[in-house]
């Protein structure tokens, strides 16, 4: 009964065979081989739009190079207060920009406040010397609180945001669930909702590391200084073929929203099973795979007695996560132990 | 005839295996899990000492976390002229680090001189408030001529150093290829030699992507600000299992040893072939993978023009790298070229 | 009828006076001269405890620097979330710290409340790889609402923060009046209320430019550290002697309490006097030289066409500040015009 | 006979009366007071030219401020191997840049080779991804040798430098002496030579601490982020009009070169006798106030014994620097002592 986390997940098959399928022969390094190209050509199409990419192995270091080349070191991040960026990088944001400034701001279910932005931007001026001006909106899809934005929400935050001259991040480390929850295609969720940068996740729906900062066509030309970036901070891997090659498998023939919809299907089987028992409370919308709820202490101690494993969460809930290759019958056992 | 670079290889067969086999069910992230405790208890065995250890997934990133922990923001790195951290890295140890000073020291071969070592020690006092004092040497073990510092040649330039009180890095990218051909043990050629931390490549040497940052005894207290760093910089891999599966299938049964072996026969053969021909000499001695070599001008273009892949070197050299699978009939078709 | 800031008030002509006294002869640079040695003394004697200290031109640098010897780049600042540090020094933390967080804390008339301060220091843990842990509280005295501290209340903040390993900082810039109105003595107000940096300005109570960042003992064996970064940021002035001379002679028969409590006592009378204009209510307590009221529209309108300066604070209120040389006859205006 | 330093000179009386006479009432903070528009007024008629200036309180600071709106933190700055900038400024151009490199190259007199120019400029081209590119040219005008490049020298170094896509920084910490030694006007020696940016010194030339940093219009579009780095970095002085002050009155009537050709003049009178003793030979031309000497050993002796105060430096010889207020009779007492 492992919930602690996604990234506690085995990788699905397809992408180790697809890596073994990649080792054959010499392949030009730092990401110049055919299979990285494939890659990004593919990510155009399910895109539709021009684009450039780089890739990573970590969500923390996706997230830190796309914001060093969105916000200048003397500038600021605006985020949810409970964004991984915020809260569970080690200041990775700070690092790669060379010391910007995150400013957290509230919402309920992780969702920034609209009037919360609109305070922040008239607190922060553009032209005031003596503060760091707000550059970037950071907003992370799935958000820590497992819900999904909205297309109209998104919207809503994008629009003022890009009015007073920000450029807008999206940490999508769990994009692909919560895509396969609003059902909208993967334009209408990023660029045509005033996205400029998005940081996809492969490595918590089911591949071994790898992730995909995305430049859509608003900010390309900063894409020789993303490749510094990566490069100076240890991130252009010498064998990148094999990165590309997990992308590749991922992407094929929609695994990708296939793996999302099982561990979205898992979540909701898991919510609907868990908040049956007395004592359970969903503290959030289910949006992906991700489900919050409060527990009484009794049944939290009933829980952990059974040995299923999940976190307490900051805010007092407890958090349980799915991946693509939970079983049913973890999670009837866990519904099982919690009902006693 | 691809002798480029050996991070155009592919990785050994048993290495993807390794991978497949450690894809079975949960495990925790982040470094938790029990291969990654197999490789650290591998590697204690291996140099006979206890240490610590923290993976990466590139040589740049290895140095310029080792870097981190070893050199204040204020203070100065002593690295040879051509070192791969001060030519090839993008700056990453000055990144890492927060602003630290590389200062370039001269030297045959790629090897620093100890008296330019002495020289810098005298000028940049370890007390002068106005300069940045030093406080790491840097060596690079094969370094960037191809060359391996001999036991007592590392005890000449790390005793003068420790006595000025800095810490010693070295740069192992091609460790195993340096190690395969000096014939010493791993702790002679580390730590019983005054090195305090060593990042132990795999990558060049057949794997995806795998590098230790080790560090040994003398500085093993800084082992939570390393862990601090590398979680910053995005290089803590959540499913990190599977970058422990490659080094403990390449630690296994000596296969890095063997590996190496491999690849410096090779530019062995390559290099005692290549000077039969009219129109090239050694620049350097060949003790390990990488065979640098002048080549008149009418020899360069009989071996670009039969499709030859190597770099011209900035030192006017021409660099054939070999790497564990470089087949015997590549080389000898190098060779064939060569002669006309 | 200006009160802008303090900032915008001239010296005191004794300071002007020590300055030209100064000017005799060579002297010793980056701080080795005789002035700088006896203004060392005095605060020794003043603050009744062995200390060190360096000097620097404006209150950023000194809190930059302070804090730069407090707060590890991947560590974290715990602050009002109005601090000058926070909101009105363009990141310079982040810069000096090499990146380090600042987390803004709630608490009415700008001071840290009390359980915020436990929730930072619980959700934020110090063993935590994953976050930057908390390293520093920094408190300002006076505080961005006008605001003092009393001992107790420093005590309350400073005993959990300590017990939980952080050092602690306070922005003195306004010190002086803070002190004046309190009425204890500059040791009790600091190091013996747990206060281990004391950036002490002089600049908004008389002097031309001139700072002061105080270590007291429990940190004093940073001090080799904060002279490197002094000099590292450009603070370390070559001829140091020039701002000695300003402390010396601010330090001397109390000239700057004379100041402090000058200022003080204009804003008491400009306060007194407001108050009792339609439309006029006391935002803070006016424990110093800054008076916040919260105005009318057809008061503020009567203000501006008067002509008397004053700036509107993000709280809504208006921010009045007095210094030394305030006249009453300026205020008395003030008070006529907002009569109307 | 104190020769160590001109920094450990007095201030010249004109530049504490303005200090004095600027200390009249209110003035606007952080540069928008009169004063400091007067002093850009003048800068532009004597520049001949359009320009934007920040002041800054020491040449470490102007230095570091005006590289880091010239060099990307990714990128490299190329220098003289001797250059305050790389030997003496404790990594603060390094620090402000956000960790760019420092290239050093050698060349005799102080003055950059131009060959090792083009070398530099070569082996580290503008679009390897893997390095650091050359982003700025530092010129010293005196140089740490003493010694001023001419206006041909300098055009010989900037033309390369721009033509491969750099900014050329000029450190002027002794501008007024490089000047006044070579007769040409101040528009010639820079903007018409290719200098984008002059870090204007005055402190050495008798002022308490005034530094400007001056943009010419080829960057002038990079004065916002200028002003940005210069509060960030603390930098941006409160009461600005004590600076502008010292610089308004420096520039008046040409004070600034006649204090520098007094100290100019001081300086050949000082070699001019001092090679005339027996194991005294001129390490270095004399172009402005400083004056290298290879001394023998006993003539060292005799010199430290008689009290007189010089640096020995590290290429062997001593430096002896001379002051606008450098007294004939300690020169001459130097000589007699020299003589023995």
Redesign the interface.
Known sequence: M?F??D?????H?AL?EA??RA????????GADAVSARVEARLKELFETDLKVVF???????N??ALSVLCP??A?VLCHDEAHIH??????P??F??????L?LPGAHGKIDRSALGDALN?WPADF????PPAVLSLSQLNEAGCAYTLEEVGRLTGPARAAGLRVHMDGARFASALAGLGCSPAELTWKSGVDVLCLGA??TGA??AEAVILFPSVMDRF?RL???Q?????????AR??AAQLDAWLADDLWLTLARRANTAARRLADGLVQADGAQLAHPVDGNEVFVRLSAPLTQRLRDAGAGFYAW?DGSARFVTSWCTADAEIDALIAAARG
């Open positions: 492992n602690l986390s990234t506690t997940a085995p990788a098959p180790i890596i073994a080792n054959v022969g010499f392949a030009p390094s730092y990573a192995v970590s969500g923390t270091a996706a830190a190079l070191s003397d600021m809260r569970d990088e080690r200041g990775a700070e690092f920009t060379g010391g910007a400034k995150l957290p607190q010397v003596h503060a760091p490595t918590k071994l590391a020789a490749q510094a970036r490069k100076r901070a240890g991130h252009m891997a010498p064998k094999f990165i900051p």
